[in-house]
């Protein structure tokens, strides 16, 4: 059993795990389109098979964390593939946090002119802003900002996905559609969608090895696998309702929520930023933790448990 002192840090790194994985393709659509609604009612087997992979390789992961008491994914890596192969994966992973937090700041500008008319500079520079005091406070700055914002997200996300699949209902047939989804068929498919959004996670998860107990990152695991996988059926299956007609919009999410209601448009865009927020502190955190010092967590602050108050 968890101490009840413990169950808040469970709650906040399950929304990490999820907030690191729900991105901006989430968010609209789009990634469900491609890797699971595309192949019809057998995507929902996709479904499954990526929620059960979520729930184990995030359970492995912050098992792992805990067992090597890492500060960054580049112990884990060199344990996991040794250390001319880690060190290969390091490079990679740098390069891609990197590029991935430019990709996401560049996409919160882009969101914010595009849905609220906003200047362009001004997501971008409210966004690092907002990841500016989060990566300073470490990672109890990161755990709180996702314990606030994903819920907000899958709310979100599960409310317009409920509406519009209780709005259009699923047809008993889908009609055939000469478009295929990643892969080619579903099971490639769903094991390329956990591939993908696990480079992220892995990073973030992976420094939280010397802050957590072996019985609460596994939990925390098993849970934040659960809820991505929850989330993503919810939206193929809204995406199913629509089918084939969601295929022809960028944007699935925003197609399905103005079928219920134009006034949903705002509050859709803020979805998408706050989903792009999250991608991109967790890209800065595992980043950070990184370059920290040997010893240190992300930047340098004390243990994120004397941080909640139950140190020894």
């Not at 089918?243 to 197609?255: A, G, I, R, S």
Request: glycine letters at 12%.
């Amino acid at each position: 059993m968890i101490k009840r002192e413990g169950i808040g840090l469970l709650i906040r790194l399950v929304a990490t795990y999820v907030g690191a994985v729900i991105g901006a393709g989430f968010a609209s659509g789009q990634e469900i389109l491609q890797f699971f609604i595309l192949f019809g009612y057998q995507g929902l087997l996709g479904v499954l098979v990526a929620t059960v992979l979520f729930a184990y390789l995030g359970a492995v992961v912050l098992y792992l964390s805990v067992k090597l008491r890492s500060g960054s994914y580049q112990e884990l890596l060199s344990y996991l593939l040794g250390p001319w192969a880690g060190r290969f994966m390091d490079i990679v992973s740098i390069l891609m946090l990197v590029g991935g937090l430019g990709v996401m700041l560049s996409g919160s500008g882009a969101v914010l002119q595009e849905y609220l008319g906003l200047p362009r500079w001004t997501g971008v520079g409210l966004a690092l802003l907002v990841i500016f005091f989060v990566i300073l406070r470490g990672l109890t700055g990161l755990l709180t900002v996702n314990v606030i914002l994903v819920p907000v997200k899958l709310v979100a996300v599960c409310l317009i996905a409920g509406l519009a699949l209780a709005d259009k209902g699923l047809p008993a047939e889908l009609p055939f559609t000469n478009q295929q989804g990643v892969g080619g068929n579903w099971l490639w498919s769903s094991l390329l969608y956990v591939s993908f959004n696990m480079i992220v996670p892995v990073a973030v998860l992976a420094s939280m090895g010397r802050s957590i107990d072996k019985r609460t990152g596994i939990l925390a695991g098993i849970l934040g696998g659960l809820g991505l996988g929850a989330a993503v059926a919810m939206v193929t299956l809204a995406g199913l309702a629509f089918y084939p007609q969601v295929t022809n919009y960028e944007v699935p999410m925003l197609y399905m929520a103005a079928c219920i209601s134009t006034a949903l448009r705002p509050v859709f865009a803020l979805l998408i930023w706050a989903a792009i927020l999250t991608t991109a502190i967790a890209n800065a955190h595992g980043f950070a933790s990184r370059l920290a010092p040997e010893g240190a967590n992300a930047t340098g602050f004390s243990d994120l448990r004397c941080a909640w108050r139950y140190c020894p």
